[in-house]
């Protein structure tokens, strides 16, 4: 499998809030990366099903949300990754998506992985946080199993005892050898998991650890951007500032150009 050359940029708001805002987004998303050498995905969520409380907000729905994902990726010319949480999602996602995610939770389920692989797009599996990194080549060959090698793999973060997650970045060597793209997700890596009915995080690790995950020489970067991450939906306590995007890729390529 071919590394990446130019960086894989994958942000975007946790979960599609409604259809300007995440236009917004991905208009503001485009401006900015127009100047930098990276390849934009944009990436939102139709649904987030793993919510820790049952009347957290969710999102759109399959059906609308795919909707304004569709209209966004021929608005704004862009790739657009999402989330698939069940068999039945794939088949209508991968008409609309350029890249399937397997959310962490759900990166054991052979049912899901298989249905994602058949579907010929590029499948990006989030590294379960209980999962040793070694133990994800097992993941990737349900994948690769259906004759697909379009594969990313994405570090987010390990289980630290409760409500607390590190990056142990001894990972992102032994991701490297399955030989394929590897991503590292910088904002749900400083979140603070499912504490008080809802999560919590520290947005202002994001910048430190992407830089140090740069000099570590990974793909691709995944970031959760919002224009006011303090009244997000979803994960506003670990999301970046859209603003702050111009920053971080500032300095992660300054990074990468050091290398």
């Known amino acids: 499998m071919m590394r990446a050359e130019r960086l894989i940029f994958i942000a975007g708001p946790c979960v599609i809030e409604n259809e300007g805002m995440t236009l917004e987004i991905a208009e503001g998303l485009k401006e900015i990366t127009a100047s930098y050498d990276v390849d934009l995905y944009f990436k939102a969520s139709f649904d987030k099903a793993n919510r820790t409380a049952v009347g957290s ?5 399959l059906e609308k949300g795919l909707a304004i994902l569709d209209r966004v990726r021929r608005d704004f010319d862009v790739p657009i990754l999402s989330d698939v949480h069940e068999v039945a999602q794939v088949a209508p996602a991968a008409q609309v998506l350029d890249v399937l995610q397997i959310p962490a939770y759900l990166s054991r389920q052979t049912d899901l992985l298989v249905a994602a692989g058949r579907t010929g797009k590029t499948v990006n599996i989030k590294k379960a946080q209980f999962m040793a990194p070694e133990d994800i080549q097992y993941a990737a060959a349900k994948v690769s199993g259906t004759g697909n090698e379009k594969i990313w793999i994405t570090e987010r973060g390990a289980c630290l005892g409760y409500h607390n997650l590190v990056v142990d970045f001894r990972s992102f060597s032994i991701l490297e050898g399955f030989g394929y793209p590897v991503i590292f997700d910088a904002t749900h890596s400083v979140q603070v998991p499912s504490k008080g009915g ?10 430190p650890l992407a830089r140090a995950a740069a000099a570590y020489g990974i793909d691709g970067l995944f970031t959760e951007v919002h224009p006011n991450p ?3 939906l979803s994960d506003g306590p670990n999301s970046l500032h859209l603003c702050d995007a111009r920053s971080l890729l500032d300095q992660v390529l300054a990074v990468r150009a050091a290398l």
Do not use: F, K, L, N
């Open 57 to 61: 907000y969710r999102g759109p729905g």
């Open 198 to 207: 809802t999560s919590s995080g520290h947005r202002e690790y994001v910048i």
């Open 230 to 232: 303090d009244e997000a």
